[in-house]
């Protein structure tokens, strides 16, 4: 995969603001996926949160809010930030 071979190769820290928001290693995630699997976030969190809620209370009956959200590691710790 092109994309495990650049980050092997390439180990750097990347920080980058998109859509106005902080992402550590571009947006880039292997924590909560299967080996050797990268994930990228979705376009609208709002949207993605907004479905999920909708599901739930169909299956469920019961009014859940739903946050999207990530850990950024940074140089001196990580931060949780709601998406």
């Known amino acids: 995969m092109l994309l495990k071979k650049l980050i092997d190769e390439y180990p750097y820290f990347f920080i980058v603001l998109k859509e106005g928001m902080l992402w550590s290693d571009s ?18 969190h709002n949207e993605v949160a907004r479905r999920i809620h909708e599901k739930i209370r169909e299956l469920t009956g019961k009014y859940i809010p739903v946050v999207i959200c990530d850990t950024e590691l940074f140089s001196r710790g990580s931060i949780d930030f709601a998406r």
């Open 27 to 44: 947006g880039i995630d292997s924590s909560n996926a299967p080996p050797e699997t990268y994930v990228i976030p979705p376009r609208n």
